[in-house]
């Protein structure tokens, strides 16, 4: 079990208030990343990190920040939640870019914007 | 726009009987394939993968094969347990792991 570690587990907001989830490892892997899980869209990625302080948009970013300021934790931000960001939120580590290096994933974060 | 289709939402399988789960993607320039599973109120982990330059890779019970002409993959288990109850993504990607697109997933049963 890969040393991943996202907080909360479970959090209920609402609409218009600034929400922040954390990604923390143990694992000092380079790569970091920001998924949703919908029903019907499967799993889509927000934003990932190459590094700290290096980071690059994915497929859905629109209304989502993220920061990395430490190689452990990565940050992921709604600046001001809305309905459609009701989700459960993945964050997932990987060593290299290299083949034999997968994506493991933390157990997420259930968000509900009210 | 869905590059990667499971359509299949679910499938039931007998414990011990094969179970083929399948996927389709649309995007040539994918080169690594990955099939995760997920169990309820966890993470997904990670299964079994294949480059692009193979047509099969096998683990244990798991095989999976790609058809790249067919742009299409299938996850077989073999026998299938209950504890493979679970959903299934399949996924791919271009060049690494920056981005790694999934489908829909597949919710298999394996009925005892």
């Known amino acids: 079990d890969a040393g991943i570690t996202q907080s909360p587990r479970h959090k209920v907001t609402e609409t218009g208030t600034p929400v922040t989830l954390r990604c923390h490892q143990t694992e000092n892997h380079r790569y970091m990343y920001w998924y949703r899980q919908d029903p019907g869209h499967g799993l889509r990625l927000i934003h990932y990190?190459?590094?700290?302080?290096?980071?690059d948009k994915g497929e859905v970013s629109d209304g989502y920040s993220v920061s990395r300021s430490k190689t452990e934790d990565f940050l992921l931000t709604l600046e001001s939640a809305t309905s459609s960001q009701t989700s459960v939120y993945f964050c997932?580590?990987?060593?290299?870019?290299?083949?034999?290096?997968?994506?493991?994933f933390g157990n997420g974060t259930r968000l509900t914007v009210t | 726009d869905q590059q990667v289709k499971q359509n299949s939402p679910s499938l039931s399988v007998q414990e011990g009987r094969i179970s083929i789960l399948n996927c389709d993607y649309t995007?040539?320039?994918?080169?690594?394939f990955l099939w995760y599973k997920k169990y309820p109120a966890e993470g997904p982990t990670f299964l079994i993968s294949i480059s692009s330059i193979k047509d099969k890779n096998e683990d244990g019970r798991f095989t999976v094969f790609l058809n790249k002409s067919a742009k299409h993959l299938s996850l077989h288990i073999v026998p299938s347990q209950p504890g493979d109850s679970a959903v299934y993504f399949c996924?791919?990607?271009?060049?690494?792991?920056?981005?790694?697109?999934f489908g829909t997933g597949t919710k298999l049963q394996v009925i005892p």
């Open positions: 996924a791919a990607a271009i060049g690494g792991y920056q981005k790694v697109t």
């Open positions: 995007n040539s320039m994918f080169d690594y």
């Open positions: 997932a580590i990987s060593e290299s870019q290299a083949d034999n290096s997968p994506l493991h």
């Open positions: 990190s190459y590094g700290v302080k290096d980071t």
